[in-house]
């Protein structure tokens, strides 16, 4: 049976468009499309689609009063189709604040030339999207078990070296929401430097940071080339750049490079972890959470090999569980948590 | 550049939504300026511009998406209330619009839009940095270089980073950029946008960095999408997932087409069909030979006396006559598209008069055929220049006649009946009948005689003989005597009249009445002869019987006096009949009068037959370009009926003065 899509955009143009590319797809087919928030909340209701994609800025209601209103209806998993400027990186993060899965910019030469594969991505992540029935969102406030593969009296603590220095965390799809529930569990007297790595365009990265800071009781900074590593602050990783650890583990500083063409990810959760396995081989906790693909296993790989400790969110709570499974699939993971708690967790290191 | 396709039905489908969007937001740009802050409104102009730029970007029209971009993110500004638009800010937007517009064209016509002129965007970019003093040149001085920098940062939001503006300037030293790369991911990025440049500011020419500015300001569009897609190319392709996303995308493989879903999902939208006019000129042209059928049938029925036939007649005419409607319905469209132009017209117009106007649109929603909604677009045009530039006097004039300072023009349409009424009205110092009269006899149109008989509408009509002109000094806007008969003979070719009511410091009133649709025509079928002629029915004014010892001859020209009105008087016979015998002619006869353009003429015509409905045929190759006939139909009889053009009729006839 095929994914049932929602098209939801004010422009006729973009509908016929997407209603095009994805009913291209054989294993997707547009069961509807909306011209507005208004008709979206209906459509939802008639139609019950597997998946939606979502333009933000409409008449009546805008595509994230509409997300919010879905999520509270009819839980549904939901792209957002942004653009990918200062602006857009508000709305969308907005709009993934208010329950939206992923997001994809409307302008497919943002993500490929190849506008074909622009498009297979597109149907790709709408099709994993569509996987997953409930998403967890900000406003979850069911904490599920967590599914612990390691002895339950065990705490956290006993997982990890004793002379912890540095926490990294590697993420991508259904990275935003996830960082914000871990790190908003955070204590501002956390005692190590966090390093954030979430794949995300370079628009996005400060705007992120900066919504990143005004929740967290902990310092969240967009990080710049020779920032000096501070407890309780944690790092975020710019867009479109590579972020490496350098300096000694005395004196640990950022670095920020340029991307590399060759690079797929930029960030790159691997780039990074490597960088800072030459820093602090035995003394970091490394998160890989939810994500399409599997940047940071071979960066979780070396830091495995050295000493340093993995942790890996569980499938359950993963968005997409891709990254995640990488590293638990490759036996690198030290525990596999759920979100919940992994915040929980990491807080108890305090 | 490579053209585009123009005939690609993705770029079809982006043209028409662009299309009513830029329509909209011509009339919106012009509202916005009366209402700066009505939110809704800002709002609609934003989503315009977003609109525009989301289509534009899927057909990679690069330069189109550069200006919508720093439009758009100015909106979002003006809807933050975080800038207020001024009247300078205004005309920007309406130059912006310009260049969309005919962007537009160029996108149209198949070639891919030039990038937008440089000044534009650069004002732009200086109203969303908030310096709104920024000179239409870059500052040449090497340390005015962060400002531009900040200006390309501002709106496409750090996608000029620090690296690629330095690896620009090593372009311009003709260095290759893979050796740049290399040599950069060694060296630590300079963090400040001001050093790369101090190192190499000793080697570079004032004017290639002029040139390089340029290229920075006015290319941000072109630059945009190469520098954006880099840092987030190939996002995540899961290997696993790969071959899967492979599965070939043709629509043969499609299994599920959109179209062939449950009614459910179909939306109001998606419910419409493009079709070419053409097939629809196609349609209307065998409805009307259905109409010509019906009129035959119903004759023959007559003859036959068959109830049973009568009932299946009536049936068909019923039938017919809806199909018709129904069809004349397709090819309607609101009478908006035309007005939807004229805020702007007004706007620019007054503004360059510095006359203070305000427009007024009334019945916008009115329906009427699509060609005549094409047809009466540029009379329009023209008319409501003129009460602009004549109309209309200068706020101080006003102000001394004790009016408001500011003018009204109001532009109306309504439907009565089978006709449209359009009116053009304005509260400006009105039409002075004896000016007029006294402007004729100075042009040599008649003699001081007859000018003064002339009636006052009859005054008001010279304005649309050839090369006169009420202006005493030519304007670039109007007044140079062509144009109002243009528009003249336009409405007339499309059966219409015109009208015009006038009072001195009141204001003056044009009335333009129009059929509902070209095609088909109500007439009044007449006899000459043994000839049938029909009368565009529009025209027809009133028939009655005359006793010919009543006619006077006044110049030379047989006249009749209607209800106190002296009305020249034509025999169309001795014009057009063949058969015409100069003895016989009867003591009692059938007049039609019939209005031609402002003036009142009665025809004598032999037999009256009746009304009809008839359809338009254009005349053979051998009587093409007769004067004085619109074109044939043939009758319910069978018959064959030229149709006449009483504006032509006239010009080619009258002067024989019988």
Known sequence: MSVRVLIVDDSGFFRRRLSAIISSDPELSVVGTANNGQEALEQVKLLKPDVITMDIEMPLMDGITATRKIMAQNPTPILMLSTW????????????????????PKRFEDISNDKTIAQQQLCQRLRNLAKKTTTPTFKNKIIIEPTIQIPSKKTSSHLLSQDLRIVVIGTSTGGPVALQKILTQLPANFPYPILLVQHMPSTFTPSFAERLNTLCSIQIKH????????????????????MLLKGSASMPFIEIQASQSTQTYKPSVDITFDSVAKIYPKQTLAIILTGMGSDGKNGCQTLHDLGSSIWAQDEKSSTIYGMPMAIAKAGLADGVFDLNRIGIHLAELT | MAALDSDDEILQDFL?????????????????????????????????????????????????????????????????????????????????????????????????????????????????????????????????????????????????????????????????????ESSKSEEKPVPTATAPEKSDSDDITEEEFEALLDELQGKSPAAKPETVAEPTAKPEPTPAAKPKAKVDATPAVKKSDPAAKPAATAKPAETTVRVDTSRLDDIMNMVGELVLVRNRISTLETALEDEEMAKAVSNLAVVTGDLQTAVMKTRMQPIKKVFGRFPRVVRDLARSLKKDINLE????????????????????????????????????????????????????????????????????????????????????????????????????????????????????????????????????????????????????????????????MPTLMVMLGDQIFAFPLVSVNEIFHLDL???????????????????????????????????????????????????????????????????????????QGTKGLAGATITGDGRIALILDFPELMASYAHRGY
């Open chain 2, 549 to 623: 010892e009543k006619t006077n001859i006044v110049d030379g020209q047989q006249t009749i006096m209607v209800r106190s009105k002296t009305l020249p008087l034509f025999y169309l016979r001795k014009w057009l009949a063949s058969t015409f015998n100069d003895t016989d002619e009867p003591r009692i006869e059938h007049v039609v009068i019939v209005n031609v353009g402002t003036q009142r003429v009665g025809f004598v015509v032999d037999q009256l037959i009746g009304q009809e409905e008839v359809v338009i045929k254009p005349l053979g190759a051998l009587l």
């Open chain 2, 16 to 180: 028409v939504e662009a299309e009513e969007i830029l329509e909209g937001l011509n009339e919106q740009l012009v509202e916005l300026e009366t209402k700066p802050e009505d939110s809704d409104l800002l709002n609609s102009i934003f989503r315009g511009f977003h609109t525009i730029k989301g289509g534009a970007g899927f057909l990679s029209l690069d330069a189109m998406v550069g200006l919508c971009h720093k439009c758009e993110d100015l909106f979002n500004l003006l809807r933050q209330g975080d800038k207020e638009v001024d009247a300078e800010m205004m005309d920007t937007f309406l130059k912006v619009l310009d260049i969309l517009n005919s962007m537009f064209d160029e996108t149209k016509s198949g070639e891919f839009p030039t990038p937008a002129d440089p000044t534009v965007l650069n004002q732009l970019s200086a109203y969303l940095t908030g310096d709104a003093t920024v000179t239409e040149e870059p500052v040449p001085e090497v340390e005015a270089e962060p400002e531009p920098v900040a200006v390309t940062t501002a709106t496409d939001s750090d996608d000029i980073t620090d690296d690629e503006f330095e690896a620009l300037l090593d372009q311009l030293h003709g260095d290759s950029a893979p050796g740049i």
């Open chain 1, 85 to 104: 400027t200062t602006e857009g990186a508000k709305s969308t993060l907005d709009a993934l604040d208010a329950g939206a899965v992923d997001y994809m």
């Open chain 1, 223 to 242: 990080a710049a080339d020779g920032d000096q590593l501070n407890p309780g602050t944690a790092y975020l990783a710019p867009g479109g750049m590579q």
């Open chain 2, 361 to 520: 649109l009334r019945g916008e929603e009115t329906d009427l055929d699509k060609n005549l909604v094409e047809a009466l677009a540029d009379p329009l045009v023209h008319l409501v220049r003129n009460a602009v530039d004549h109309g209309v006097e200068m706020p101080d004039i006003r102000e001394a006649a004790g009016k408001p300072r500011q003018g009204q023009v109001i532009l109306g349409a309504a439907q009565e009946g089978d006709h449209i009424l359009l009116t053009i009205s304005d509260d400006g110092a009105g039409m002075d009948a004896d000016i007029l009269r006294g402007k004729a006899v100075e042009k040599g149109m008649m003699d001081e005689e007859a000018a003064s008989r002339l009636t006052d509408s009859e005054s008001y009509a010279l304005i649309f003989a050839p090369g006169f002109s009420m202006k005493a000094e030519i304007s670039d806007i109007s007044g140079r005597g062509v144009g109002m008969d243009v528009v003249k003979t336009s409405i007339s070719k499309l059966n219409g009249v015109i009208d015009i009511k006038s009072e001195v410091g009141v204001g003056t009133t044009l009335s333009i009445k129009v059929p509902l649709t070209l095609a088909i």
